[in-house]
């Protein structure tokens, strides 16, 4: 619902910039000729005040409501697509910058710098000829603003896209590896470049190797599931009493401690995938009854989460395709479970 509203708001807005920049700059050219005409000497507020159509500035007041009121809809309503909005905040700004070039950007530097005006600026101090020259020919003020976030946009979407993403933890399944309020970063590129939103890849680099802590959209809803690989193409891997066997291989487990100390539930175990080492959690009075065998379809993956007895991962929602893999975690950068408590660097490191 965010995300179509988006796209609606940004025709709406892209019209408002064309019209001010169509009609509005034409009614401001024609009021200067007039006052040009009449050789009144009026002070630099005056004369903006008088050349600019008042309709404008209403223009500009209903696209700055519709935004601020999205704005506030994405927040309250927690929903949309990032990627997607990012996507769409970038391609809206760089279409007005672009078509600003086109279709309007010499007409308006023609004019500020055409005989007529410069002779009628001539009366004005140097500042405030510059002041009014900049004011004649520089942008409506929804375009100034798209040209503004333009190249920001731009950066942050390759970044985010090909480079590193930002990611916070929001649930216990990858505990100990991981915990609820921790920000991580997502390298991009190590499984090969994809298309924002579309996820298509362009650039072929990388496969995910297991062990793996990887990000990805699982088969049955479109929302980030971070989780660790523990099957590849091909392989053949069972679970029973709480023990993996991969391709025949049983994944060794050494019991480091019982949590917590009095009454324990938790058991804090080293496992070891295939030369990978990692910590996972494991409920003693845990009854999940998910015993499995399966071999991994071709072009998919198994995922689970560390936090065995306390995780939705392949066991639920099955195997992950290829084309839903979006990065892998590679470092803890912050840990800020709530906004009532204090930020901390504490778990910063490389994720394991």
Request: neutral net charge.
């Amino acid at each position: 619902m965010v995300d179509k509203i988006l796209i609606v708001i940004s025709c709406i807005s892209l019209l408002v910039w064309f019209v001010q920049e169509k009609f509005a700059r034409a009614s401001l050219q024609s009021n200067l000729d007039v006052l040009m005409g009449r050789n009144q000497s009026l002070t630099i507020d005056q004369l903006q005040e008088e050349i600019m159509p008042g309709w404008n500035e209403v223009l500009f007041k209903l696209v700055a409501v519709m935004w601020i009121a999205w704005a506030i809809s994405v927040v309250m309503v927690k929903d949309g697509d990032f990627a997607f909005v990012l996507v769409m905040l970038t391609l809206f700004s760089g279409l007005i910058c672009g078509l600003d070039v086109m279709l309007f950007s010499k007409a308006r530097a023609a004019y500020a710098d055409s005989k007529v005006v410069i002779d009628f600026l001539a009366k004005y101090s140097q500042e405030q000829r510059q002041s009014l020259s900049t004011y004649i020919r520089e942008d409506m003020i929804v375009g100034e603003y798209a040209k503004s976030f333009f190249p920001v946009l731009a950066l942050v979407l390759l970044l985010r896209s090909f480079v590193i993403e930002p990611f916070q933890i929001p649930s216990a399944s990858m505990v100990p590896t991981l915990l609820v309020g921790d920000y991580i970063l997502v390298n991009k590129y190590t499984y090969g470049l994809r298309l924002p939103v579309l996820g298509t890849k362009i650039v072929d680099i990388g496969d995910p190797q297991r062990g793996d802590v990887m990000v990805f959209f699982p088969p049955h809803k479109d929302i980030y599931f971070i989780k660790r690989v523990i099957g590849l193409p091909g392989d053949k891997i069972s679970y029973k009493n709480k023990t993996l066997t991969i391709n025949g291989e049983k994944a060794s487990q050494t019991l480091l401690a019982e949590l917590p100390p009095i009454s324990p539930i938790v058991e804090l175990t080293s496992e070891e995938l295939t030369g990978v080492d990692h910590l996972i959690h494991k409920n003693k009075r845990a009854i999940r009854n998910d015993d499995f065998s399966i071999t991994v379809k071709p072009g998919h993956y198994w995922m689970m989460g560390d936090n065995r007895d306390n995780s939705s991962d392949s066991r639920v929602w099955g195997q992950v395709p290829e084309e839903r893999i979006v990065g892998k975690a590679f470092a803890r950068w912050l840990h800020w479970p709530s906004f009532t408590d204090i930020p901390t660097f504490s778990r910063a490191g490389s994720i394991q």
